[in-house]
């Protein structure tokens, strides 16, 4: 590799890193504001503890990328879950029934997916020495 490709790489990483930080950093925030709106309502609802749950596997996510360089296919599809849960929770009375059977079967296809994921991880792991 040469001098060019090495500072370029570098320079990459150092961008990526940088933005890992903002999305912590403001996934933090966003956190802070819903404990202040929960603080002032002086309620929480399961739509805000799911909310909260989402936060958290966000910066869990971030956590999991910051330590090992790789991000699990599977965190954005727990998230995309849970948030799909939310919306329904949120929207429930507003939903005609099409909707709901189309929401749970994103649920399911997102759920099977995740198992599909984990089955080939178990069945065809991967080689410490093939890159990724």
Known sequence: MNKFENSGYK???MV???GLLIIAISTVIAMGFEIVSMIKAMEVT???LLLLFIY???LAMV???LKSG???VRM???IAIVAVARYMILDMKNLDTLRMLGLAGAIFILAASILAIRYGHAKFPYNDTEDS
């Open 46 to 48: 399961l739509a805000d």
């Open 76 to 78: 954005p599809l727990y």
């Open 63 to 65: 956590g999991i990328y």
């Open 56 to 58: 958290l596997e966000v």
């Open 70 to 72: 790789k991000l699990p």
């Open 11 to 13: 320079a990459l990483v």
């Open 16 to 18: 990526e890193e940088i």
